[in-house]
């Protein structure tokens, strides 16, 4: 009688009701047969037991199809970067506290007056390994400047001559973002044709003879050469290029109370070229391999041609990204906390030449901070388009485009396939409504 009563108040399909139907079913069977208690305790217990395996088998089965679905049918979200306000610091890329104790344990080595030995590239030496990535990521960023000048040709680009907007597409969109200082209120974009330096953005850097010496000071911010950064990382992991000299050192260099001690000038060596070299890396052939070979000054006429160039620019954009990422985990790379400034090297220059938010309470000084790869080549976001030749973008439908970097939007526009990173970032998976049906979409 208690299991009937309390039934109404189970849950349909429960566990607790399957076990109050089990015990119901066996009070009936017991007041017809009259049992005694040892057989009716083992009955019912049989009975929950296998009520119980079939429901949690069940359960189990549900949930490993919901995850199999989840994992096949989910793909990362990737969403753009916020641009951070002028007022804002940079986020730091090592926690605050990691690099508080980082540097309370060097300073308690620096008070201790014994050689301590430094790992490479820290103690000047070359890391052998990435020799060949450094001229991979060169050879890299040369074929895609010569990728990207030929689509630019094929493809027409438009760029804002008051700010630095580039749209890709026969005219440019009339979205209401213009920020430059020579803007009207109205924030329209005044369109010219653009280049490719419109499409890749360049960051410099001092170029360093000695990566270990001395900074740059502000006195010889004018007389030390300046280049791109990320060719200055590849000189400074193991590329040779006549025009910007550097030295590669055969001993390496010691910490001895917090200075640099050098041995090298006291006993040079007597041949340095094959000093830093393995002696089963065989630098004939691989030098052999690595010549540059004539660019190709023809245009792209068909369309099987854009397609294809299309889609080497893009690999060649990839692997220029993998390569400079692997060569920054080990070299310095150090940035502006408050402006683009970069300097490739162990330390930043001390050139007062920033501009930023509240310079004159440094004195013009960049607060230096460890760079991401975003600071050693920063990424255009232009706006995704459908059709190249379709209608121009409209400001009331913004919030329902989409956006990719103009290396990238490019290639696809071109014909390449859009890679998985940025597909999310483009809203493919986005339908973008007609003005009348605005006022029926959430």
């Known amino acids: 009688m208690l299991a009937r009563r309390g039934l109404a108040g189970v849950f349909h399909g429960s566990p607790s009701f399957l076990i109050v139907q089990a015990l119901v079913k066996i009070d009936s069977e017991a007041a017809l047969r009259e049992p005694s208690p040892t057989v009716f305790a083992q009955s019912l217990n049989r009975r929950i037991s296998s009520q119980s395996d079939s429901f949690n088998a069940n359960v189990r089965s549900l949930i490993s199809e919901t995850q199999s679905k989840s994992v096949v049918d989910s793909t990362p979200y990737v969403d753009i970067p916020k641009p951070l306000p002028k007022r804002k610091r940079k986020p730091l890329v090592t926690p605050i506290k990691d690099l508080i104790c980082t540097a309370r344990k060097v300073r308690e080595m620096n008070q201790d007056v014994t050689e301590r030995v430094l790992q490479r590239p820290e103690n000047g030496l070359l890391v052998r390994r990435l020799v060949p990535v450094a001229h991979e990521v060169y050879q890299a960023r040369n074929a895609l400047y010569e990728g990207v000048a030929k689509l630019v040709d094929a493809i027409p680009v438009q760029a804002c001559r008051n700010c630095s907007e580039v749209h890709i597409g026969s005219q440019g969109h009339q979205l209401k973002t213009c920020e430059g200082p020579m803007s009207c209120s109205s924030k329209n974009h005044v369109w010219r044709k653009g280049t490719v330096d419109d499409i890749l953005v360049t960051v410099e850097s001092f170029h360093l003879y000695d990566r270990i010496g001395r900074a740059v000071t502000h006195k010889e911010r004018f007389m030390v050469d300046r280049l791109p950064a990320i060719i200055e990382l590849c000189i400074q992991a193991g590329l040779d290029l006549p025009d910007y000299p550097t030295k590669r050192r055969a001993y390496p260099v010691y910490m001895v ?38 660019r ?16 080497q620019t893009l690999q060649t954009w990839e692997d220029m990204k993998s ?12 940035t502006c906390a408050y402006c683009p400034e970069v300097q490739v090297g162990p330390k930043g220059h001390r050139a007062r030449i920033c501009q930023a938010h509240k310079h004159q309470l440094r004195d013009g000084q960049h607060g230096w901070q460890e760079a991401t790869f975003d600071d050693l080549i920063p990424p255009k976001y232009v706006w995704h388009i459908r059709d190249l030749n379709g209608p121009p973008l409209e400001n009331k439908l913004r919030k329902y485009y989409g956006m990719a970097p103009a290396v990238v939007e490019l290639c696809v526009q071109g014909g390449a396939t859009v890679p998985d990173d940025y597909k999310s970032m483009m809203r493919l998976d986005v339908t973008i409504p007609d003005f009348d049906e605005i006022k029926f979409v959430a």
């Open 257 to 294: 109370a917090g200075k640099i001690v050098d041995f090298e000038k006291c006993s040079p060596p007597k041949d340095s070229n094959s000093l830093d070299v393995d002696e089963d890396f065989e630098s004939s052939d691989f030098w052999d391999s690595k010549k540059q070979p004539k």
């Open 296 to 311: 190709d000054e023809r245009s792209l006429s068909t369309a099987e041609e854009i397609q294809r160039m299309a889609q």
């Open 323 to 334: 390569g400079a990422r692997k060569l920054m985990e080990k070299y310095a790379v150090k």
